[in-house]
């Protein structure tokens, strides 16, 4: 019995290298073929939605979708199977990626037409950072968050801010231009009030009167600082983040630039890449 259990030991430990590790030739070349794979389906599901295409070859690209739901699946079931923590990885974010991905063909049982929701795959290909070891894209991938993170109160107050605007503009306009302009209601003026606010102007629905179209131009006016106030404030905390990360640069590991707080560490707790004595 022990025997077999160490036996299970040791090719559970060796699926979790091929799957989880880029470092061996293995493990480097499941996660280009699952790349490949990734790649293949969302251009299988694209494909689908093109009618002269699906009519053509419906069945081949059914039968190769549901290969790759297999392949996704048991992929799925192994990484939770080979890691010693499966809920961590069950409700992280990738696990939560790689799970969605599955389902909508499982769904299309009962659901028609779900499985197009499986382009959600495409989610997939941020692994794309890990396995090709874009260690400069990865710095920039966590300043982007930290910077997101930092400004998310302030872009919270902000679009309160900008939802109540729209709101009050909104009965304005309902009142002066009244349906017979199209403003048939309150939440249909807001819509409009929001659709002007973000220079989007899709046309359906247009202020008549002289004091509506005065009021129109001075939202369309206050759309363009709408829309610069939020990339100037997730500008500035990324900034602030980049900046933070180079007075740390004399502390971040080479391979993975996570940030190491233990000065006389020789191995990255990260990713076990060995670290110099430069920093």
């Given at each position: 019995?022990?025997?077999?259990?160490?036996k299970y030991d040791i090719l559970r430990q060796k699926i979790y290298i091929i799957i989880y590790g880029s470092n061996t030739f293995a493990g480097r070349l499941f996660d280009l073929i699952l790349l490949a794979v990734i790649l293949l389906s969302v251009l299988l599901i694209m494909l689908e939605s093109v009618e002269r295409l699906d009519a053509k070859y419906h069945t081949f690209i059914i039968v190769s979708e549901w290969i790759i739901t297999i392949f996704f699946t048991i992929e799925y079931i192994l990484r939770i199977i080979c890691n010693r923590k499966p809920l961590s990885y069950i409700f992280s974010f990738y696990g939560l990626v790689d799970l969605i991905s599955i389902l909508p063909m499982y769904l299309s049982f009962f659901?028609?037409?779900s499985r197009m929701l499986s382009v959600i795959r495409a989610l997939r290909l941020l692994r794309l950072f890990g396995i090709l070891n874009l260690v400069h894209f990865t710095g920039q991938e966590s300043q982007?968050?930290?910077?997101?993170?930092?400004?998310r109160t302030k872009i919270i107050v902000f679009v309160y801010f900008v939802l109540i605007v729209s709101?009050?503009?909104?009965?304005?306009?309902?009142?002066?231009?009244?349906?017979?302009?199209?403003f048939t209601s309150i939440p249909v003026s807001i819509y409009w009030c929001i659709v002007t606010l973000t220079t989007v102007g899709y046309g359906d629905?247009?202020?008549?009167?002289t004091l509506g179209q005065i009021i129109a131009s001075c939202i369309m006016i206050m759309g363009y600082g709408i829309i610069a106030?939020?990339?100037?404030?997730?500008?500035?905390?990324?900034?602030?983040a980049k900046r933070n990360q180079n007075n740390d640069a004399s502390r971040t590991c080479p391979s993975c630039t996570s940030i190491i707080y233990n000065e006389e560490a020789r191995f990255c707790h990260h990713c076990g890449e060995k670290l110099t004595h430069e920093f």
């Open positions: 019995m022990r025997e077999l259990k160490s659901i028609p037409g982007l968050k930290l910077a997101i993170k930092a400004s709101i009050l503009l909104g009965a304005i306009m309902y009142v002066v231009e009244g349906k017979e302009s199209g629905i247009a202020p008549v009167t106030v939020p990339t100037g404030i997730v500008t500035a905390e990324f900034a602030s």
